[in-house]
Nanobody, 121 residues
């Protein structure tokens, strides 16, 4: 069984910074990609940023230049450094991982429990 445990959310004023962390634990053979999604009240969950095993990244347009995703492949941990936060960044941030656990051939997808980020104006 695999678990994703997030930390680092909280309340911050506009213009401030937060760093989110997500550690994957359990039986993990390898991780293809890890990412962060967010869901604002009344809106659909959206991809914020993702990083692949080789290090390539992609970001949603609204966070480019402000957020940085990184990962530690040894610790199976992904980070999201969020700078210049805006009220519209408010939401529940979920960690996601696409990885090989029970099989070397069929990847599985896992979600964390979510962490609240609130940016006040």
């Amino acid at each position: 069984q695999v678990q994703l445990v997030e930390s680092g959310g909280g309340l911050v004023q506009a213009g401030g910074s937060l760093m989110l962390s997500c550690a994957a634990s359990g039986t993990i053979f390898s991780i293809n990609a890890m990412g962060w999604y967010r869901q604002a009240p009344g809106k659909q969950r959206e991809l914020v940023a993702a990083i692949r095993h080789g290090g390539s990244t992609n970001y949603t347009d609204s966070v480019k230049g402000r957020f940085t995703i990184s990962r530690d492949n040894v610790k199976n941990t992904v980070y999201l450094q969020m700078n210049s936060l805006k009220p519209e960044d408010t939401g529940v941030y979920y960690c996601n991982a696409d990885l090989y656990s029970g099989s070397y051939y069929y990847p599985e997808n896992y979600w964390g429990q979510g962490t609240q980020v609130t940016v006040s104006s």
